[in-house]
């Protein structure tokens, strides 16, 4: 799977506001885990999708489908069809330019 980079900022209305982040952990089938921030999920051609940025000091953001399974439960799901992967970025570039 590719991974999209880019750059991404937030606007807090209260800057005394605290926001909370929610991380996750990647295991990758070779073994090697990455902790990434779940930056949010979207809906593209009627689909979820996750964005998850690596804490790993990279500008990398990974794309997954996003599927939920239970209250406050989900599963990655890996987006095997490269048209629609790219869909998913393009929609996913989209957001962000309109929140910049």
């Known amino acids: 799977m590719t991974d999209k980079e880019m750059g991404a900022g937030q606007?807090?209305?209260?800057?005394a506001a605290e926001?909370?982040?929610d991380f996750l952990t990647l295991e990758f089938d070779d073994g090697t885990e990455v902790e990434c921030e779940i930056m949010g999920v979207?809906?593209?051609d009627g689909k979820e999708y996750i964005?998850?940025?690596p804490n790993d000091k990279s500008d990398d953001v990974f794309i997954y489908g996003y599927k939920e399974?239970?209250?406050e439960e989900f599963e990655l799901v890996d987006i095997d069809d490269d048209e629609e992967f790219e869909r998913a970025v393009a929609e996913f570039d989209k957001i962000v330019e309109e929140e910049a």
């Open 11 to 15: 606007n807090i209305p209260d800057a």
């Open 42 to 44: 979207f809906d593209c």
């Open 19 to 21: 926001e909370e982040v």
């Open 69 to 71: 399974v239970g209250d």
């Open 51 to 53: 964005a998850l940025i």
